[in-house]
Structure formats: C-alpha cells, structure tokens
C-alpha cells in the first residue's frame, strides 16, 4: 500500500526544498496579515485622522515610531507592506522608519520570548526588578535606539530621494479625502476595495519575499555552519560573523532569542547583536525593503545598521548589564 511506501532518500535538492518550505510557510501567514492590514489602512484610514494622531513636528513623530510597536505588535514579514501604506498616507518618512525597524523588537511578544528564552524571569522572580532582565532590556533599548537614530537620519531626505518613484508618486498625488477612489463607497464596496488592496501588496511583497527565501534555503542547507563556530573562537570577528549568521538565516523575531541563547561559543554582546540586527536586516527583509526603497537606499541602510550595531553592541551590552549587578 502506497501509505507504507519508503520515504526518499535525502538529497541536497530534498534539504533545499524542506528548508525552502519551512521559512515560506513560517513568514508567509505574517505577510498575509499584514498586507490586510494595509489594504484596511489604505481605504478605512483618512489622511485627516493620521495627521490628527500623530504629532505634528517630525522629529517627535519619529521618537514615537520607534515606540508604535507596544501598540501595534508585528514581526518583520509583516511590517513592510504595513509601512508602505502608512507612507501613502502621509506618516512622516523618519516616523515610519523608527517603527518598521524597531516594531520586530520593541514589542511585548518579543520582550517575552526573549526573557523566556534567557530564563530572566527567574532573575526578575529572585531580584524583583526589571533590571535581573538585562538581555531583554539590551535588545529592546538598542534596537529603539537605532531604529530612531536611523529615522532622524532619513528625514533630512526627500521623499524622492529614498523611496521608489512609484510609492512617492503616490505620495505626491492629490487625493480626495485621504481615501481616493474608495472615499465615496459604501462599506461591502469599501471592504472589497480593502482585500483587492490587500492582494496586490501580498503579490508584490510575496515575490521579494520568496526571492529571500530561496538564497536563505540555499545557504542554510548548502554551506557549513560550523564555519560559524570556528569564528566564535576569534573575539575580533566572532561579533560580526554572527551578525551575518543572523541575516541569512533569516529568523522570526518571536523566536530567534532561542536560537542565540544556547550559543555558549560567543559573548553575550555578540548575543545582542545578533538579536537586534536580524530583525532589522536579513536576506527576506533585503529583498523586501526592495519594494519600498530605492537600491543604493537599501544598501545604504545594510551597510549603516551592520556598522552601527556592530559598533553599539558590546558598550551597550557592558552599560546595561551593569545595571543588574
């Protein structure tokens, strides 16, 4: 019978296509929340009530975007789609980068699976302070830090100058009310507008995104990763190898903390590297930033969070640490 049949015998291309699978349908669902989620901000939210919510000074918005996810939790799979309607809408560029960098960190889910995977709520149970929970306190204070720093930068640029020509032509476009053509449908046309909405931004972003997928497959079945562990033995490059170990293995936020965890081989600072810069840059995100951001802006933006965590993570790591003691 066909149910008792021998299972293949494994194979590079079989490891290719698990490991392919595996990433596709870990980040595919979080896509598909979040394009809905943009499609029902595309014509539900006026360009009227976002002006009204955020501040009106755009060095104070992009403070508080870096601060957005306690409010609204999502991953990085999510968050692109979510950014690119949010910038139609008039969110102030550097407010919405704060947010699309620090909202896979500064989250409550993730500030628990990261505790969780440290065992800090046992220090946080013997100490009775947040400060027994200094990885927690690490991630979630670097990753806002640069997040914002990163928005502050962009704000001193055009529009035109960072985002694609089709995303800042919809910007510079008048539009009636905040909501286009949707402004003067009813709610069943106004909902079927939103999911027409939402399914062309998960095309898009799917695509990007399944053209991360298939180089992190290949490189996470197809290279050593004792590479990895070898590095960890050299203390002057062991922080930024696993920086890169981060961007190609391309790891949910929720859950890369139990991943860095067990890696007894590297400093703890090279830990907090490792969990503040993959959820703000690795292969999927690279590709996926792509239908957002101009090339040289996103290479620009690989290049400067590599270097400035790189340079943070271990003083970071030293001044926030102490406080435990």
């Known amino acids: 019978m066909f149910l008792f049949a021998a299972l293949p015998?494994?194979?590079?291309?079989?490891?290719?296509?698990?490991a392919f699978l595996s990433i596709l349908f870990e980040?595919?669902?979080?896509?598909?929340?979040?394009?809905?989620?943009?499609?029902?901000?595309?014509v539900f939210l006026k360009n009227e009530h976002l002006?009204?919510?955020?501040?009106?000074?755009?060095?104070?918005?992009?403070?508080?975007?870096?601060?957005?996810g306690l409010v609204f939790p999502v991953c990085e799979c999510a968050i692109v789609p979510v950014i690119r309607r949010l910038v139609e809408k008039g969110l102030p560029?550097?407010?919405?980068?704060?947010?699309?960098l620090a909202a896979p960190i500064v989250n409550p889910i993730v500030m628990i699976s990261t505790m969780t995977a440290f065992g800090?709520?046992?220090?946080?149970?013997?100490?009775?302070?947040?400060?027994?929970?200094p990885m927690m306190l690490s991630r979630a204070s670097l990753g806002?830090?640069?997040?914002?720093?990163?928005?502050?930068?962009?704000?001193?640029?055009?529009?035109?100058?960072?985002?694609?020509?089709r995303l800042a032509d919809s910007i510079e476009r008048p539009s009636g009310g905040g909501s286009g053509s949707s402004a003067n449908l009813n709610f069943d046309q106004k909902l079927v507008h939103a999911m027409r909405a939402a399914m062309r931004d998960f095309l898009d972003t799917g695509m990007y995104f399944t053209i991360g997928v298939v180089l992190t497959a290949l490189f996470n079945t197809q290279v050593n990763q004792a590479i990895f562990g070898q590095l960890a033995a050299q203390p002057t490059i062991a922080l930024p190898s696993l920086m890169g170990l981060a961007m190609v293995l391309s790891l949910c936020s929720t859950s890369d903390a139990?991943?860095?965890?067990?890696?007894?081989?590297?400093?703890?600072?090279?830990?907090?590297?490792?969990?503040?810069?993959g959820p703000m840059m690795d292969i999927k995100l690279l590709f996926m930033y792509s239908s957002?951001?101009?090339?040289?802006?996103?290479?620009?933006?690989?290049?400067?969070?590599?270097?400035?965590?790189?340079?943070?993570?271990?003083?970071?790591?030293?001044?926030?640490?102490?406080?435990?003691?």
């Open 258 to 277: 139990f991943v860095a965890a067990p890696m007894a081989a590297f400093s703890q600072a090279a830990k907090l590297a490792f969990l503040v810069f």
């Open 93 to 100: 560029l550097g407010c919405a980068v704060a947010y699309m």
């Open 27 to 42: 980040g595919a669902p979080y896509i598909l929340l979040g394009t809905v989620f943009s499609g029902f901000i595309g």
């Open 9 to 18: 015998e494994p194979s590079p291309a079989g490891d290719v296509y698990k």
């Open 120 to 133: 800090e709520f046992k220090t946080i149970a013997a100490a009775g302070t947040l400060a027994a929970a």
């Open 292 to 325: 957002i951001f101009k090339r040289k802006v996103v290479l620009g933006l690989l290049l400067w969070l590599f270097i400035i965590i790189s340079l943070a993570a271990t003083p970071w790591w030293t001044m926030i640490s102490s406080l435990a003691k």
């Open 51 to 68: 002006s009204r919510v955020m501040p009106k000074n755009a060095m104070v918005a992009t403070f508080l975007g870096g601060l957005l």
């Open 144 to 165: 806002y830090a640069v997040a914002v720093l990163t928005g502050l930068i962009l704000l001193r640029f055009g529009v035109r100058q960072v985002l694609r020509d």
